[in-house]
Nanobody, 126 residues
Framework: QVQLVESGGGLVQAGGSLRLSCAAS????????MGWFRQAPGKEREFVAA????????YYADSVKGRFTISRDNAKNTVYLQMNSLKPEDSAVYYC???????????????????WGQGTQVTVSS
């Protein structure tokens, strides 16, 4: 069982930055590829970014490419999402997710993730 706890959300003005963190309570964090998703009111959950177990490969949604950076620290069982140049359309609840690397190295589809956090709210004011 993997428990994921997100933190770092909040209210920020457009153009500002936030760094989200996701702490995993698991002994074998390095077995998992990690991802961030988000869901705005009235919209479906969408993929934001993902990273392989080693951190060697990353993947981003086109809407955040060049502005967001995903990273991980396996020694701290933590994955991060650095968000720069934030826009009002980035406002959403952001979820951290973990998927077993045994089956695939990375994923952009939510159904390929095994564990989810409770989410953290990000609000970007214009």
């Amino acid at each position: 069982q993997v428990q994921l706890v997100e933190s770092g959300g909040g209210l920020v003005q457009a153009g500002g930055s936030l760094r989200l963190s996701c702490a995993a309570s698991v002994r074998t964090f390095s077995r998992y590829f990690m991802g961030w998703f988000r869901q705005a009111p009235g919209k479906e959950r969408e993929f934001v970014a993902a990273i392989t177990w080693s951190g060697g490969s990353t993947y981003y949604a086109d809407s955040v490419k060049g502005r967001f950076t995903i990273s991980r620290d396996n020694a701290k069982n933590t994955v991060y999402l650095q968000m720069n140049s934030l826009k009002p359309e980035d406002s959403a609840v952001y979820y951290c997710a973990a998927g077993l690397s045994d089956r695939r190295p990375i994923a952009t589809m939510s159904r390929h993730y095994d564990y989810w956090g409770q989410g953290t709210q990000v609000t970007v004011s214009s």
